[in-house]
């Protein structure tokens, strides 16, 4: 079956860029999206990126798609101890089930 | 303000107790979703419903039941039949529709505690 894998940590200094990284299984994905989870809280959607697009830039966030190796990164720059969370990459199938494949998050810790 | 309300935000009930978890959308979205949430096991997707009085199995629904009576409104119920109960429980809801991108947002959570 589909599959999304994410290391599950990283930790980087304050003011440098993080990097996490995403790879999925599944050659028929149409949306691919990162959320952000802080402690005792909900998932927050940072962003979205089509399958046939290549990169995708928002203020400090930049997503970029290989789809021929099915890898998906989130680069944030300039790193806050606010950004410490979880990371969650997920991605849908072309179909019409509309369930999101979850990879199992990867916690960034920003030291200062 | 639009949005996806979860109450209580904590929740304690002993053993062998029924419990109803809340979820209430005015985001005007057809689709929403129950997932489960463990330490170190990501989110696994318990029930999800497309359309009001509709909804399919995740892939963890074993001792959970829901209904969808009213679009805004999808409510789980844990049952003493479930036989590890004590997680973090999150609601979603999405837009459906061919051209939809089925971006799920999400709710605060409900931290269920049986003792």
């Known amino acids: 079956g589909e599959d999304v894998e994410q290391s599950l940590f990283l930790s980087v200094r304050e003011g440098d860029s993080s990097v996490i990284n995403c790879t999925y299984t599944d050659s028929s994905s149409t949306y691919l999206y990162w959320y952000k989870q802080e402690p005792g809280a909900g998932l927050q959607l940072l962003t979205y990126?089509?399958?046939n697009m290549d990169m995708k830039q928002d203020q400090r966030l930049t997503v970029l798609l290989n789809k021929k190796d099915k890898h998906l990164s989130l680069r944030i720059a300039d790193t806050q101890t606010g950004d410490s969370a979880i990371y969650f990459c997920a991605e849908k199938g072309a179909g019409n089930n509309r369930k999101l494949i979850w990879g199992l998050g990867t916690s960034l810790a920003v030291n200062p | 303000d639009g949005g996806i309300t979860q109450s209580p935000k904590y929740l304690f009930r002993k053993e062998g107790q029924n419990v109803t978890l809340s979820c209430e959308q005015n985001?005007?979205?057809?689709?929403m979703y129950w997932y489960r949430q463990d330490p170190g096991q990501g989110l696994r997707l318990i029930y999800y419903s497309q359309i009001v009085n509709d909804f399919q199995k995740g892939d963890i629904a074993e001792g959970y039941s829901v209904s969808r009576e009213k679009k805004e409104s999808f409510p789980l119920t844990v049952t003493s039949a479930q036989k590890n109960p004590t997680a973090f429980y999150l609601c979603a809801s999405s837009i459906s529709g061919q051209v939809s991108t089925d971006t799920q947002y999400f709710g605060p959570g409900t931290r269920l505690t049986v003792l």
């Open positions: 985001l005007n979205h057809d689709a």
């Open positions: 990126i089509f399958s």
